[in-house]
Structures are given as structure tokens and as C-alpha cells.
């Protein structure tokens, strides 16, 4: 945003990976909101991408201010106000500067109560429920999906979810209700009964049943500062190594 001569080093970054949708931080950040503040500056940005052929996706939420917080329902209008956000910049904005779509990282199953299910996974889906609803209102044509964590259809805090009168594992629930869903299937080989296939098959398949798209997810980041196990991530292998496996992965899913 600040510096567009980055542009180029975007680019040619994302050309060279085939690289085609852009998950764009459009959040608050150490205490700067540019999307109010300077709407222009994104709007500049993404006339730029939209020119390069590029899709560009709000990405909403953010540990700098303890967004996972926003699951609990009286944080709710919180995190409604996230996408009013984009909603409003969308309206104030020509159609090409628009955001194509919104990618939300809400990320609540770091909070403490989480494991006392369903405390907060059933105010999780209300949440979602009260966003996709306040997009749907305002009857704009963006593509609304969730980050859920690769275990949302296993871990037993995520199994067996009523909601609604209907009992689902968490991450079907969260498929009915948003356009899409990306998984973060964090892991760093692409078969075998821990790989990247084995946690995106449920999600891939009822996503294919309800015509709705998954996106998989993979780690990239240095993350030994978090205590995570390396094997969370390609960082350590590269790129080449990265890409051998996610081309398994394609192959996988490729008729679905």
C-alpha cells in the first residue's frame, strides 16, 4: 500500500507460482486502519492487480488485537463490523477497485474454553451466520469463505456439533454456510495417514456434494518461535521440495 514500486516484486513473485487470487490484509494493524483511513491507497492497489488479471481477497482478523475473541457472542457486532468494512469501501469504490471477495481468520480454537464444547463453536456459527448474512443483505457479489484449522472434522471438540437442530461436525457446518472454506492443512508431505490429502478428503468431498469450493492451505513460514513441530511446514524443505508434493495433491483432488 504504501510503496508501490513493491508492486513489481508482487508480481513477479506471484507470476512465476501461477498465483491468481490474493488473500490482501484489509484489517486494522498496529493501531493504523488504512481501509477507512485511506481507502485510497487500496483502491489504487487493487485497480493495479485487476489490471494484472489478479483476484483480490479482503483478509480479515487478526491476532495484533485478539480477534478469536469475536467468536463469543457479545463480541459479535465486532466482527459483523469487519465485513461492514469492505461492504462500505466496496460501495464507495468503482467496480474495479472492488474486493472479488472476503477471506475471514477468525481462528477461536486458541481460546481457553474452546475444548469445553460447544461453548464457542456454536457461537462461532452464529457469528459466521450474522457475517454472511450482513453480506447477503447487501446484495453484493463477493466470495465469502472461512480459515478452519485441517482437524475441524476430527478433533473431538469439533465432532458431533448441534446447531441449529442439526447435528454436523464443525467444519460441515461452516461449509453450508460460507461460499467457500480454506483449509489450513498444515503439513508439509502430501500423502500418508498424516499428509495434506488424508485432512483436506472429507472437506473436499462434501464440498463437492454441496457445490461449494475448498481451498488447501499449506505452511510456509518460519514457525519454530511458536513451538509448532517442523514438520508444519515446508520452510526447511523449499520451494522445489514444496512443489513436488502439492503436485501429488493436485493429482489427488483433480476430478474433484
Aim: with cysteine; glycine share 8%.
Amino acid at each position: 500500500l504504501e510503496n508501490p514500486g513493491a508492486r513489481a516484486i508482487l508480481d513477479e513473485f506471484c507470476s512465476a507460482r501461477g498465483i491468481t487470487t490474493i488473500y490482501f490484509y484489509a484489517d486494522t494493524y498496529d493501531g493504523v486502519f488504512y481501509l477507512k483511513e485511506n481507502p485510497g491507497l487500496y483502491r489504487s492497489f487493487i485497480a493495479w492487480a485487476h489490471s494484472e488479471g489478479y483476484y483480490i481477497h479482503a483478509l480479515l482478523a487478526s491476532s495484533f488485537y485478539c480477534a478469536p475473541m469475536w467468536a463469543y457472542s457479545r463480541y459479535h457486532d465486532k466482527a459483523v463490523d469487519l465485513m461492514e468494512n469492505v461492504l462500505n469501501y466496496n460501495i464507495s469504490s468503482a467496480a474495479y477497485e472492488h474486493f472479488d471477495g472476503v477471506n475471514i481468520d477468525i481462528e477461536p480454537h486458541g481460546l481457553p474454553d474452546w475444548l469445553a464444547k460447544p461453548v464457542v463453536q456454536v457461537q462461532e456459527l452464529d457469528m459466521l451466520e450474522k457475517m454472511i448474512n450482513r453480506k447477503l443483505a447487501a446484495g453484493q457479489n463477493l466470495n465469502v469463505g472461512y480459515a478452519i484449522p485441517r482437524w475441524c472434522d476430527s478433533n473431538s471438540e469439533c465432532t458431533n456439533i448441534l446447531w441449529k437442530g442439526v447435528t454436523k461436525d464443525l467444519a460441515f457446518h461452516v461449509q453450508d454456510l460460507m461460499d467457500y472454506i480454506s483449509i489450513m492443512d498444515y503439513r508439509d508431505v502430501a500423502g500418508g495417514p498424516s499428509g495434506i490429502i488424508k485432512y483436506g478428503q472429507d472437506e473436499i468431498d462434501y464440498g463437492t456434494t454441496i457445490g461449494k469450493p475448498v481451498v488447501i492451505g499449506v505452511e510456509t513460514d518460519w514457525i519454530s518461535a511458536t513451538g509448532d513441530p517442523e514438520k508444519i511446514s515446508f520452510h526447511e524443505e523449499g520451494s522445489d521440495f514444496m512443489e513436488t508434493e502439492l503436485a501429488e495433491v493436485y493429482a489427488a483432488f483433480d476430478s474433484e
